[in-house]
């Protein structure tokens, strides 16, 4: 879920959340401020009644399970269609349903979508990416089944370009996941903030601080959230859910006053901490959860619990929570 300014369209301030079963993108002309609130364009279908993947077959126009999306500064809108193993780039963030890609990154066309492009891990291919994000005229990719994150230092404008870094490999046709200060276990999403780099390893339990943000091939993070040390990645240290521990995080947002937000899948909750991190802080704060040491799934689900949360967005004095097995969005006030 994204909120972003559109350059092209009169800088609206819109919204976009990704709906990852029905295969498809939410994008909101403004803000919802209450239940009624419905989308105003769909991306990844015709309209707004169609689900499914690849519903009409794998096209510019078709997403598969996608997982992240990212709005660049410039307006490009760039999505993470994780099961066709591509990155998606719309020149701008439609405006009508269902319009097609300009431009594709980790295949050869826009109707190949094998794994790798059907061989081995190379700059040009993507496994199952999980998040994008785009900062500095650059494209942040986490490949996730290639265990790495793939960095473009230009947005692509045509198919099938070679990432220019890698990040958790030495090089870019290896693919072994690793528990190690330079290595990753499926990441997931990451942002910025002070020039650093906040990287959620979700098969690692952990978050990962680069500082600064990496400018060459395989840097080492400096700072662990979640885990004791670089060499630890068990489900919540190897025990029970607390304060300093995770178990499979997925979104990491940061908001206007220097707060970190993890939504910590698993242990359904999101825990919150005070920038700046050092190794072995812990969260002041949780939503989901009456305390640090519950995880709870509440069947019904209430008003303040969550089932397995993926995503996450601070806007203004609200966070913006995508509540996946709920099956829902939620808008709640800051819980600190």
Same mark, same amino acid.
């Given at each position: ?17 990704? #709906?990852? @079963? ?13 239940? /009624? ?8 279908? =015709? ?28 307006? #490009? ?18 405006? #009508? ?8 990154? +980790? ?23 999980? +998040? ?16 790495? &994150?793939? *960095?473009?230092?230009? &947005? ?16 870019? *046709? ?34 990962? *601080? ?29 025990? /029970? ?17 220097? &707060?970190?937000? *993890? ?12 920038? =700046? ?18 995880? @709870? ?14 995503? @996450? ?5 609200? &966070? ?12 709640? =006030?800051?819980?600190?």
């Amino acid at each position: 879920m994204v909120a972003f300014v559109d350059p092209n369209d009169g800088n609206k301030l819109k919204m976009l959340m990704i #709906e990852w @079963l029905n295969a498809r993108i939410h994008i909101f002309n403004s803000l919802p401020i209450d239940n /009624t609130a419905v989308a105003d364009v769909i991306v990844g279908q =015709p309209d707004f009644t169609t689900g499914g993947a690849n519903s009409f077959g794998v096209s510019a126009a078709s997403l598969h399970f996608l997982n992240g999306a990212a709005v660049c500064p410039t307006g #490009e809108l760039i999505v993470a269609d994780r099961l066709n193993h591509r990155v998606l780039i719309f020149n701008q963030v439609p405006q #009508e349903n269902g319009a097609s890609a300009d431009v594709v990154i +980790g295949q050869t066309d826009f109707i190949s979508n094998l794994a790798n492009q059907g061989g081995g891990a190379a700059s040009n291919t993507i496994n199952s990416p999980q +998040g994008v994000s785009c900062r500095d005229g650059k494209i942040y990719v986490s490949d996730s089944d290639n265990h790495r &994150i793939l *960095i473009f230092n230009t &947005i692509p404008i045509i198919n099938n370009v070679s990432a220019d870094i890698v990040i958790g490999q030495a090089n870019f *046709i290896n693919t072994a996941a690793a528990c190690s200060s330079s290595g990753v276990n499926r990441p997931h999403q990451l942002t910025f903030h002070d020039n650093k780099m906040y990287l959620s390893d979700q098969s690692n339990h952990r978050v990962l *601080i680069y500082d600064p943000i990496p400018v060459t091939n395989n840097p080492a993070a400096s700072a662990v959230i979640g885990q004791v040390d670089f060499t630890s990645c068990l489900t919540n240290q190897g025990g /029970t859910v607390s304060a300093n521990s995770l178990n499979t995080p997925q979104s990491v947002s940061i908001s206007s006053d220097n &707060i970190l937000g *993890i939504t910590d899948r698993f242990s359904h909750r999101i825990v919150f901490y005070t920038l =700046p991190i050092t190794t072995g802080d812990v969260a002041f704060s949780v939503l989901g959860q009456a305390d640090m040491t519950s995880s @709870l799934n509440p069947s019904p689900p209430t008003a303040t619990s969550l089932n397995q949360p993926i995503g @996450l967005l601070f806007q203004g004095n609200r &966070i913006w929570v995508s509540d996946q097995q709920n099956h829902r969005w939620l808008a709640t =006030p800051l819980p600190y």
